[in-house]
C-alpha cells in the first residue's frame, strides 16, 4: 500500500535523486561561494523589503519579501540531511539567518515612535497570535513545498508555496517587537516561525525518505523522526495554549459589548462602536451626545462575565480617554 501511494505521489518518472537535491539545497555541496553568496544577498534584500511590509502594512510587500526570501533552502537541507544520515551546515545557516533577519526587523523597530499601537499593524497582528490552525497549514504547505522539490514537473508551484509558508515576515515581527519592548508579541511570532521550520523540516524528512528508500533503501533513522515529534508536541502545546486565549479574548471581547450595549442602554443616541482586548485591558470605544452614565456600572456589569482585575478603559469618539477602572475592585 505504502509502494502504491509514493509510486502516486511521487511518479517513477519524474523522481528527482538525492544528489540532484542535494545540489539545490545543500549550501555546502557544488558551486559554494556562489550558493552562500546568493544566499545571504537575497535573505538580506527579503529581511529589508520585509520589514518595510511590515512597518508600512502592506501585504503585497510582504508577499514580494516571501517569495524572494532563500531560508527554506537550508531547512528543507535540514530534512535531506537527516534523511541521507550525513551532518551539514544546514543548521548553522538556518541560525544565522534568524539572527540576521531578527537584527534587520530590531533596527527597523528604531523608526517607530515609542507610543505606536504594534496591534493595529494588521501584519504585526496576524503573526503574534499564532493557532493550531496555523500549524495545520503550515504541515500541508510542507508537503506541498517537498513533493515539488521531489518531483520533477510541479517545481511551478514552490512560489506559491514561498507565500504559503511564512518564514522571513514572522522573523521581521520578532525584531520589531523586541525593539519595542513588546516581549510577548515577540514571542508570539516567534513560535508562529518555529512551528513553521519544523512542518517544513519533518515534511521533507518524509517525502525525501520516500525518495531515498526507492533509491537505495536511505531514511531517516527512527531517532529523527522522535526528536522532530517531540518537537512538534512542544510548540503544539504552545499552540494549543494559544488558541484557547485567543478563543477566551474573544469571548471576553463579546460579553464586554454586550454589557457595554446595556450600560448605555438608556442614554439616547449612544451606542458601542468597539471593544478590543490588547495587553490584558479592556478598550471599550463608544459614542454617545450625552454624557456617559457612571462608570461604576459598567464595572458592575462586567463582574462575572471577565475575570477581575482586568482595567478596562473607555474612550469616545470625540477622543476623550476615561480610566473607568478594574473589574471586581
Not at 539567518?97 to 533596527?107: D, P, R, T, Y
Not at 533503501?217 to 494549543?240: D, K, S
Not at 471577565?306 to 473607555?314: K, L, N, R, T
Amino acid at each position: 500500500m505504502l509502494d502504491g501511494l509514493r509510486s502516486l505521489v511521487l511518479p517513477t518518472h519524474q523522481r528527482r535523486s538525492l544528489d540532484d537535491l542535494a545540489d539545490d539545497l545543500d549550501l555546502s555541496f557544488g558551486d559554494v561561494a556562489a550558493k552562500r553568496s546568493a544566499f545571504w544577498t537575497m535573505l538580506l534584500l527579503s529581511a529589508v523589503i520585509a520589514a518595510g511590509g511590515v512597518l508600512t502594512d502592506s501585504t503585497a510587500t510582504v508577499i514580494g519579501a516571501m517569495i524572494i526570501a532563500p531560508l527554506s533552502t537550508p531547512i528543507m537541507g535540514i530534512a535531506l540531511g537527516a534523511v541521507r544520515r550525513r551532518g551539514g551546515a544546514a543548521g548553522r545557516f538556518v541560525l544565522g539567518g534568524v539572527v540576521l533577519v531578527v537584527a534587520v526587523g530590531a533596527l527597523a523597530s528604531l523608526v517607530v515612535p515609542a507610543s505606536y499601537d504594534l496591534l493595529s499593524d494588521s501584519q504585526v497582528a496576524g503573526r503574534t497570535s499564532p493557532g493550531l490552525l496555523d500549524l495545520m497549514a503550515a504541515l500541508a504547505t510542507g508537503f506541498a513545498g517537498a513533493v515539488a522539490l521531489a518531483r520533477k514537473d510541479v517545481a511551478a508551484v514552490l512560489p506559491g508555496v514561498a507565500i504559503a509558508i511564512s518564514l522571513v515576515p514572522p522573523l521581521v515581527v520578532v525584531g520589531v517587537c523586541a525593539g519595542q519592548g513588546a516581549w510577548w508579541l515577540s514571542l508570539g511570532a516567534l513560535v508562529l516561525f518555529l512551528s513553521n521550520l519544523l512542518a517544513l523540516v519533518f515534511a521533507g524528512m518524509v517525502v525525501f525518505a520516500a525518495l531515498g528508500r526507492a533509491e537505495a533503501g536511505e531514511g531517516p533513522r527512527r531517532r529523527g523522526y522522535l526528536t522532530v515529534g517531540a518537537l512538534f508536541a512542544a510548540v503544539g502545546l504552545l499552540l494549543a495554549a494559544s488558541t484557547a486565549g485567543t478563543v477566551l479574548v474573544h469571548l471576553w471581547t463579546a460579553r464586554t459589548a454586550d454589557a457595554a450595549a446595556d450600560w448605555l442602554a438608556d442614554t439616547p443616541q449612544a451606542q458601542v462602536v468597539d471593544t478590543q482586548a490588547h495587553w490584558r485591558t479592556l478598550y471599550v470605544t463608544v459614542r454617545t451626545p450625552a454624557p456617559l452614565p457612571p462608570l461604576d456600572r459598567l464595572l458592575a456589569a462586567l463582574e462575572g462575565e471577565v475575570p477581575d482585575g482586568v482595567p478596562v478603559v473607555v474612550t469616545t469618539t470625540e477622543g476623550r480617554r476615561i480610566e473607568a477602572g478594574r473589574v471586581g475592585d
